[in-house]
T-cell receptor, first 115, second 112 residues
Framework: GAVVSQHPSWVICKSGTSVKIECRSL??????MFWYRQFPKQSLMLMAT?????????EQGVEKDKFLINHASLTLSTLTVTSAHPEDSSFYIC???????????FGPGTRLTVL | GENVEQHPSTLSVQEGDSAVIKCTYS??????FPWYKQELGKRPQLIID?????GEKKDQRIAVTLNKTAKHFSLHITETQPEDSAVYFC???????????FGGGTRLMVKP
């Protein structure tokens, strides 16, 4: 159990377009979901924490108007990269927390390339 | 906020040898310390975790030790195999519902 999926797994888009990434917990209800960004050969950097039905909490330096997060249900959170630019190219990974567990279950990631 | 430092950044060992990766954390309130293995282009996979009420935990070839006083914890892999080659991340959290702060990662290479 505790499977998290992400869609799409990779996307290539033109500069200026918006891209939506979905994160789903398939077999459990996720009270909290987290969004991370990972640049090549670097660590995971937390972008925001998303709780179902409330506004996301963004980490310092992350533009909330550029990275829109919606957590509409206990099994789905979305990250929309608005007006994407080449510097937004990265590996975006979500994770979900099940109930009161400490453990976070990670999605497979979405590789975004902005031309 | 929490700050997690991880060393070394790269580690090369011969198959069969042991590998040790060390992490330090800054916030004494952190009480949950997972270790993740990430292969290229894939999701991080939890391999072992430890809570602050335990000093050591072992799972087959993998063990983790925690020194709360010194605020450091270590991953030990014995009898390394080529398939252990990956990037390993430590992390720290203040428990359920709180975010994970990751270390910088260690690229482990096991030579056959």
């Amino acid at each position: 159990g505790a499977v998290v999926s992400q869609h799409p797994s990779w996307v290539i888009c033109k500069s200026g377009t918006s891209v939506k990434i979905e994160c789903r917990s398939l077999d459990f209800q996720a009270t909290t979901m987290f969004w991370y960004r990972q640049f090549p050969k670097q660590s995971l950097m937390l972008m925001a924490t998303s709780n179902e039905g409330s506004k996301a909490t963004y980490e310092q330096g992350v533009e909330k108007d550029k990275f829109l997060i919606n957590h509409a249900s206990l099994t789905l959170s979305t990250l929309t990269v608005t007006s994407a630019h080449p510097e937004d190219s990265s590996f975006y990974i979500c994770s979900a927390r099940r109930g009161s567990d400490n453990e976070q279950f990670f999605g497979p990631g979405t590789r975004l390339t902005v031309l | 906020g929490e700050n997690v430092e991880q060393h070394p950044s790269t580690l090369s060992v011969q198959e069969g040898d042991s590998a040790v990766i060390k992490c330090t954390y800054s916030d004494s309130a952190s009480n949950y310390f997972p270790w993740y293995k990430q292969e290229l282009g894939k999701r991080p996979q939890l391999i072992i975790d430890i809570r602050s009420n335990v000093g050591e935990k072992k799972d087959q070839r993998i063990a983790v030790t925690l020194n709360k006083t010194a605020k450091h914890f270590s991953l030990h892999i014995t009898e390394t195999q080529p398939e252990d080659s990956a990037v390993y991340f430590c992390a720290a959290s203040m428990g359920a519902g709180n975010m994970l702060t990751f270390g910088g990662g260690t690229r482990l290479m096991v030579k056959p």
